[in-house]
């Protein structure tokens, strides 16, 4: 079983659609989780935390259940600067982080 | 601060040729990870380092791949000799350990080996 698992897409959606990714997690140690976005040839970078609680920054909500070793991220009123490839990422260790192969969404006017 | 680098940005080598791709962390991170993106495997960890030691090496995929840290503002990653498969995209990231926010990519070196 892969450490970090992600349905691959790809996610075609209208702007302003409403759209979710999930993510399930093996090492059930792992303490801090992540959504990290991806563009086009460039490099991974943090989009948000996930906290245990639940959480939301602008259009982005994130959560983690932890007895289903199961994270997701929902965008609302996607915008075409949204499309992008959405990477779930584990803590390994506390130290480095392991990563899921990514979601590809694409936001289509 | 000018984040993580990585030299060079794309490496074009014939296969059997030696690669060494070069990385400087952020000054004042202690902790430096190699890894390898490809469209059938995805971002795979090859190799950490804290305070230049190696710590994890399960991820090289085998003895062509080697990896160094001589001091704290430098680390290669050297594939001899190279083969078609290694085409990839390798990043380099930093971290303050136990810290993961700080966890920082490098723009990557995109490999092709013909």
């Known amino acids: 079983r892969k450490e970090v698992e992600q349905d691959p897409g790809p996610f075609n959606v209208p702007e302003g659609a409403t759209v979710a990714f999930n993510c399930t997690y093996s090492?059930?140690?792992?303490?801090?989780f992540f959504w990290y976005r991806q563009d086009c040839r460039k490099e991974p970078k943090l989009l948000m935390s996930?906290?245990?609680s639940g959480n939301e920054d602008g259009r982005f909500t994130a959560q983690l259940n932890r007895a289903s070793q199961y994270i997701s991220l929902l965008i609302r009123d996607s915008k075409l600067s949204d499309s992008a490839t959405y990477l779930c990422?584990?803590?390994?260790?506390?130290?480095?982080?392991?990563f899921g192969a990514g979601t590809r969404l694409t936001v289509k006017p | 601060d000018a984040g993580v680098i990585q030299s060079p940005r794309h490496e074009v080598t014939e296969m059997g040729q030696e690669v060494t791709l070069r990385c400087k962390p952020i000054?004042?991170?202690?902790?430096l990870f190699w890894y390898r993106q490809t469209m059938m495997r995805g971002l795979e960890l090859l190799i950490y380092?804290?305070?230049?030691?190696?710590?994890?090496d399960s991820g090289m995929p085998e003895d062509r791949f080697s990896a160094k840290m001589p001091n704290a503002s430098f680390s290669t990653l050297k594939i001899q000799p190279s083969e078609p498969r290694d085409s990839a995209v390798y990043f380099c990231?930093?971290?303050?350990?136990?810290?993961?926010?700080?966890?920082?990519f490098g723009s990557g070196t995109r490999l092709t080996v013909v």
């Open positions: 990231a930093s971290s303050l350990r136990g810290r993961l926010m700080s966890y920082t």
């Open positions: 090492n059930s140690a792992s303490q801090s």
């Open positions: 996930v906290y245990s």
């Open positions: 990422v584990v803590d390994y260790n506390n130290n480095d982080m392991r």
């Open positions: 000054s004042g991170h202690n902790s």
């Open positions: 380092f804290n305070n230049n030691v190696p710590i994890d």
